[in-house]
């Protein structure tokens, strides 16, 4: 039976992650890094400088969602650089053979970037109409079939959008089981957990080994995947304030209020990692019970990968990753 370290840790550090195409990310105080496996089994390690945050991304309330759009980009930038990493490596082991290609295709061979960067604004859109509107949509629709008789203005619109909340929760959590069915997804999943193992074997002052990152748990009480559910749960209360519309309003005011909706959570993730008690481990529960979709049990070869991203982002002062 497998041993897992105990999750008592000596310090709670700063320092996050993203799991990427074949590799990770990792966000220091000072810097960033980028992890990846070739084809071949070589690591490359790619590693900038970061600039500290200033204004808006440290005012409370404000900074969650400043900061949100901030992590978003280098996410996106990171996730791209390795897709690239991929495929440059790819193209080295077997040249691809000379086709007579579309002019469509040549453009887009030309300009990889436009063709990734369409992909992911696809994905924005997708998940749009699948996280707002569909919900938005269904929660007319069943308040239509049942009949409903409204009450007072307040108990509607709470009830209406405690619905909608719901229908939003089990389309998430369905498309995360979906999700976790796919190889290719899975073993992103896999590098996330061990992102995970690899930032509880620093926070516990161990030495960042295959052996010591091993044993320790995948789940992290500070982890986007608790980020995602609070501002589930969070939108619930705020939606409920602006009551319902047309569809296409519904769609517009539930976009205006997210920068809300993520600022209160980005405070909440904040409080419950700063301190432990009945109240904060409540609010991190259903976070650590969604990683059982959001992670799994990585190989050693990602591990090793692992340490290598976030061996780049520890800081020379130990003080400036404190939580």
């Known amino acids: 039976m497998k041993q897992e370290a105990d999750s008592s840790c000596t310090k709670k550090t700063s320092i996050g992650g993203q799991a990427l195409i074949e590799g990770l990310m990792m966000l220091g105080p000072e810097r960033k890094a980028i992890a990846s496996r070739r084809p071949d089994g ?44 991929q495929e440059e490596a790819e193209a080295e082991q077997d ?26 604004f ?5 998940s749009i109409l699948l996280f707002i509107l569909v919900p938005s949509l269904l929660t007319d629709g069943l308040k239509y079939l049942s009949g409903w008789q409204a009450g007072s203005a307040g108990k509607t619109n709470l009830v209406l959008s405690a619905l909608e909340g719901i ?25 996330h957990g ?78 419950a990692g700063r301190f432990d008690n009945p109240v904060t481990r409540l609010i991190s529960l259903p976070g650590l019970a969604l990683q059982r979709l ?7 070869a990602m591990l090793e990968v692992a340490i290598s991203a976030m061996q780049a982002v520890i800081p020379a002062d130990p003080d400036s990753d404190q939580w």
């Open 42 to 85: 070589q690591i490359v390690t790619e590693i900038s400088d970061r600039a500290p945050m200033k204004g808006l991304a440290n005012i409370p309330f404000v900074r969650g969602s400043v900061r949100l759009v901030s992590q978003m980009g280098v996410g996106i930038s990171a996730l791209l650089r390795s897709a690239e990493i």
């Open 95 to 120: 040249p691809p053979p000379e086709t007579n290609s579309s002019k469509i295709d040549s453009w887009l061979e030309k300009h990889p970037k436009f063709a990734l960067w369409g992909t992911v």
């Open 122 to 126: 696809a994905g924005l859109g997708f």
């Open 167 to 191: 229908i939003r929760i089990i389309i998430f959590l369905s498309y995360l089981w979906f999700s976790s069915r796919i190889k290719e997804i899975r073993r992103v999943w896999m590098y």
């Open 194 to 271: 061990s992102e995970h193992k690899t930032i509880a074997t620093y926070e516990a002052g161990e030495e960042l080994t295959v052996e010591n990152v091993r044993r320790h748990s995948r789940f992290h009480p500070r982890c986007g995947t608790s980020f995602m559910f609070l501002v589930m749960v969070v939108s619930i209360l705020v939606f409920a304030l602006v009551g319902r519309h047309g569809a296409v309003m519904n769609v517009l005011l539930r976009l205006a209020l997210l920068p809300l909706v993520a600022g209160i959570s980005y405070e909440l993730i904040r409080l």
């Open 294 to 300: 959001t992670t799994a049990e990585p190989e050693d």
